[in-house]
């Protein structure tokens, strides 16, 4: 063998470690997607469609964390399994590490007494930001055992810091730091900060070589908001290497932030990281960034050594809308005309899915461009044309029919059809207006958070979305004060800085049902040869005042979450308002089992093995925006 080639593999697998792509023989569920691509695919198959109805619970752990519970929290995490134990993070910046066979604790990890508090919600200075969607795990390369903190777990807080914790012992790594008083953490309040508002960094950051890469989440209702940084850190010394801004140096003092919110998936062996950025704050008004800001609602492939951008694509240009990017790129290889390609598959709020060759940026199926409606704000402007994907084809519905509204009577179809035609809309990409508007798909999407899996023995991609509209108007400050303005949601709420106020809810009836046609939640599996459907059914049943709607309806249910499979020939997806746990046949999408939960799955699930037993784990927690039902159970099922 050539000497060079062989010098590059040994030290592609010297520079690897258990951080990198597991192989399809492992057992563990190492990062949130599992695999540093985030496939959500699990090679295990011991629990498979043939035995999967002897499923039942093997242990439930509950942190506490949500007895005194303020309200608007969302248990959303995915745990990890390495090192032997199964770790997972709580809304209140808490770290669990448990054993993976009986749900026992072996160590907790909470910032609070780390200050000589003890176990507090809240401390000074710190800001609950409502949940945590998962850790991160890195190992060294060469084991010293006389040397604390080989092994680590990275968890970012409500504050915006990243902490690095010992993953055998719970205790804090205290040669990771920015900051001499703070051993064990480096703070994103130590670098260049531009702005105002909140900072946190809620989602999994990412491992990669000997860097960390972590992305602060900011305010996005406020004209100047802190900027949204994706930093890169020595991952044993918290030294600073890197910082990328989505919004272009000579113009963050002009507009307000684009972020990294959701999760990112990497590519350890061209030393990439993904990045799904959002729209720069404000989200519905744009006259303040009436410029390009190409790296804003784009995917954003960084190199993880240098922070540079390799390539990015914008899939929304001047954002109105609040469709950020919202789940990880999916790094896969797909079959496709008799080739490997080596793709970043996105999804969108919009319902599109953008394939790229994650090497290059260069889409697999054409692009086309699609005229879009025009702003009447007059301080405002709208993009002209909007890239619309030729295939592979949309996953959620992208346009409403008056004549197709629900309604339970007569009464409140007639109601939503009046409602109707008094908002304007012109179809996808409506702007807000000064008189009430209809988005739709919604902020919520279309696609969001955790929405996508991908078998990677049947080429396919499985996919969950939503299906409703929200009513949104542009309210005119005319002067007065941003504090006469009310803060509800990501809806209604001031926009700070600008001269407009949003306002807005979920579209519909008083019976408290959406008017948009049914289904309201489904599942899809796509063909990444073909790019069309395989199937398609509604996911879930509504609960409303009590009562669950029957499955067999078809209505689906509005869902959070996100899909994983396995080799096993199963589709595991939680989610839905009816707060079970599902499983189906990946190849027909036929439910083969259910199991109901404490409370909503508004997570991705995970599985793993050990002693010879694979076990499906589900964190049931609820979310503050979707149920008064809040709850903290991971709960872990095997068979019988």
């Given at each position: 063998?050539?000497?060079?080639?062989?010098?590059?593999?040994?030290?592609?697998?010297?520079?690897?470690?258990?951080?990198?792509?597991?192989?399809?023989?492992?057992?563990?569920?190492?990062?949130?997607?599992?695999?540093?691509?985030?496939?959500?695919?699990?090679?295990?198959?011991?629990?498979?469609?043939?035995?999967?109805?002897?499923?039942?619970?093997?242990?439930?752990?509950?942190?506490?964390?949500?007895?005194?519970?303020?309200?608007?929290?969302?248990?959303?995490?995915?745990?990890?399994?390495?090192?032997?134990?199964?770790?997972?993070?709580?809304?209140?910046?808490?770290?669990?590490?448990?054993?993976?066979?009986?749900?026992?604790?072996?160590?907790?990890?909470?910032?609070?007494?780390?200050?000589?508090?003890?176990?507090?919600?809240?401390?000074?200075?710190?800001?609950?930001?409502?949940?945590?969607?998962?850790?991160?795990?890195?190992?060294?390369?060469?084991?010293?055992?006389?040397?604390?903190?080989?092994?680590?777990?990275?968890?970012?807080?409500?504050?915006?810091?990243?902490?690095?914790?010992?993953?055998?012992?719970?205790?804090?790594?205290?040669?990771?730091?920015?900051?001499?008083?703070?051993?064990?953490?480096?703070?994103?309040?130590?670098?260049?900060?531009?702005?105002?508002?909140?900072?946190?960094?809620?989602?999994?950051?990412?491992?990669?070589?000997?860097?960390?890469?972590?992305?602060?989440?900011?305010?996005?209702?406020?004209?100047?908001?802190?900027?949204?940084?994706?930093?890169?850190?020595d991952v044993k010394t918290g030294e600073l290497k890197w910082e990328f801004n989505p919004i272009p140096t000579d113009k963050v003092d002009q507009t307000g932030a684009a972020n990294v919110w959701s999760t990112m998936s990497a590519d350890?062996?061209?030393?990439?990281?993904?990045?799904?950025?959002?729209?720069?704050?404000?989200?519905?008004?744009?006259?303040?960034?009436?410029?390009?800001?190409?790296?804003?609602?784009?995917?954003?492939?960084?190199?993880?050594?240098?922070?540079?951008?390799?390539?990015?694509?914008?899939?929304?240009?001047?954002?109105?809308?609040?469709?950020?990017?919202?789940?990880?790129?999916?790094?896969?290889?797909?079959?496709?005309?008799?080739?490997?390609?080596?793709?970043?598959?996105?999804?969108?709020?919009?319902?599109?899915?953008?394939?790229?060759?994650?090497?290059?940026?260069?889409?697999?199926?054409?692009?086309?461009?699609?005229?879009?409606?025009?702003?009447?704000?007059?301080?405002?402007?709208?993009?002209?044309?909007?890239?619309?994907?030729?295939?592979?084809?949309?996953?959620?519905?992208?346009?409403?029919?008056?004549?197709?509204?629900?309604?339970?009577?007569?009464?409140?179809?007639?109601?939503?059809?009046?409602?109707?035609?008094?908002?304007?809309?012109?179809?996808?990409?409506?702007?807000?207006?000064?008189?009430?508007?209809?988005?739709?798909?919604?902020?919520?999407?279309?696609?969001?958070?955790?929405?996508?899996?991908?078998?990677?023995?049947?080429?396919?991609?499985?996919?969950?979305?939503?299906?409703?509209?929200?009513?949104?108007?542009?309210?005119?400050?005319?002067?007065?004060?941003?504090?006469?303005?009310?803060?509800?949601?990501?809806?209604?709420?001031?926009?700070?800085?600008?001269?407009?106020?949003?306002?807005?809810?979920?579209?519909?009836?008083p019976l408290g049902i959406p008017c948009t046609p049914t289904p309201w939640g489904t599942l899809m599996a796509i063909d990444m040869n073909s790019g069309l459907a395989k199937w398609e059914i509604p996911l879930g049943s509504v609960k409303?005042?009590?009562?669950?709607?029957?499955?067999?309806?078809?209505?689906?249910?509005?869902?959070?979450?996100?899909?994983?499979?396995?080799?096993?020939?199963?589709?595991?997806?939680?989610?839905?308002?009816?707060?079970?746990?599902?499983?189906?046949?990946?190849?027909?999408?036929?439910?083969?089992?259910?199991?109901?939960?404490?409370?909503?799955?508004?997570?991705?699930?995970?599985?793993?093995?050990?002693?010879?037993?694979?076990?499906?784990?589900?964190?049931?927690?609820?979310?503050?925006?979707?149920?008064?039902?809040?709850?903290?159970?991971?709960?872990?099922?095997?068979?019988?």
């Open positions: 063998m050539n000497k060079i080639l062989l010098v590059s593999i040994i030290s592609l697998i010297m520079s690897s470690s258990v951080y990198a792509d597991d192989h399809e023989t492992n057992t563990n569920w190492v990062h949130f997607g599992n695999d540093s691509g985030g496939s959500q695919y699990s090679p295990l198959d011991q629990i498979n469609i043939n035995n999967v109805k002897k499923l039942e619970i093997a242990w439930v752990h509950n942190s506490g964390d949500f007895k005194n519970n303020p309200g608007g929290l969302s248990f959303q995490v995915t745990p990890i399994m390495a090192n032997d134990l199964l770790y997972y993070c709580t809304p209140f910046n808490r770290v669990f590490a448990i054993d993976p066979l009986t749900g026992d604790e072996k160590w907790v990890f909470d910032p609070h007494s780390q200050k000589g508090e003890n176990t507090q919600p809240l401390i000074e200075g710190e800001r609950l930001y409502g949940t945590c969607r998962g850790v991160s795990y890195w190992e060294n390369n060469e084991i010293n055992e006389k040397e604390v903190c080989q092994k680590r777990i990275f968890k970012g807080d409500g504050g915006g810091n990243l902490w690095a914790i010992d993953a055998d012992t719970g205790l804090l790594c205290e040669d990771f730091a920015s900051e001499t008083d703070h051993p064990g953490r480096v703070s994103n309040s130590d670098y260049t900060s531009n702005g105002d508002g909140w900072m946190a960094m809620p989602s999994p950051v990412v491992v990669i070589g000997n860097v960390v890469v972590g992305a602060r989440a900011s305010s996005d209702g406020i004209q100047n908001a802190n900027d949204g940084f994706v930093r890169g850190w350890p062996e061209n030393n990439l990281v993904f990045l799904p950025t959002t729209s720069p704050s404000t989200d519905y008004y744009g006259g303040a960034r009436r410029f390009p800001i190409p790296n804003a609602n784009a995917i954003v492939a960084i190199d993880s050594n240098t922070g540079d951008v390799a390539w990015s694509y914008q899939t929304v240009r001047h954002d109105l809308f609040d469709y950020d990017l919202v789940g990880h790129p999916v790094l896969v290889d797909i079959q496709k005309d008799n080739k490997i390609i080596k793709a970043a598959i996105l999804q969108t709020k919009m319902g599109w899915l953008f394939v790229f060759n994650r090497l290059t940026g260069e889409h697999i199926w054409p692009i086309s461009e699609m005229n879009v409606p025009s702003t009447n704000i007059p301080e405002d402007e709208e993009a002209k044309t909007q890239p619309i994907p030729t295939l592979p084809v949309a996953f959620s519905r992208q346009e409403i029919l008056r004549e197709n509204l629900f309604g339970l009577t007569p009464f409140d179809k007639s109601w939503c059809k009046s409602e109707f035609d008094k908002m304007r809309y012109e179809g996808l990409y409506t702007p807000p207006d000064l008189r009430e508007a209809l988005l739709f798909p919604s902020a919520l999407g279309g696609g969001n958070w955790g929405g996508a899996a991908f078998d990677k023995k049947n080429n396919l991609l499985i996919i969950k979305a939503e299906n409703l509209a929200t009513r949104l108007q542009l309210i005119p400050k005319d002067g007065r004060p941003d504090s006469d303005f009310e803060y509800i949601d990501y809806l209604t709420r001031p926009l700070t800085g600008v001269p407009y106020a949003a306002k807005g809810e979920i579209f519909m009836s409303r005042f009590g009562i669950t709607i029957p499955e067999s309806f078809g209505w689906g249910s509005p869902n959070i979450g996100g899909p994983i499979v396995t080799s096993g020939g199963l589709v595991f997806m939680a989610g839905t308002m009816d707060e079970k746990i599902r499983a189906f046949n990946v190849m027909t999408g036929e439910k083969v089992w259910e199991h109901k939960l404490p409370a909503q799955g508004s997570a991705v699930p995970m599985t793993y093995m050990v002693n010879n037993k694979q076990f499906l784990v589900i964190a049931a927690g609820g979310t503050g925006r979707v149920t008064d039902n809040l709850g903290d159970s991971i709960i872990a099922f095997t068979l019988k």
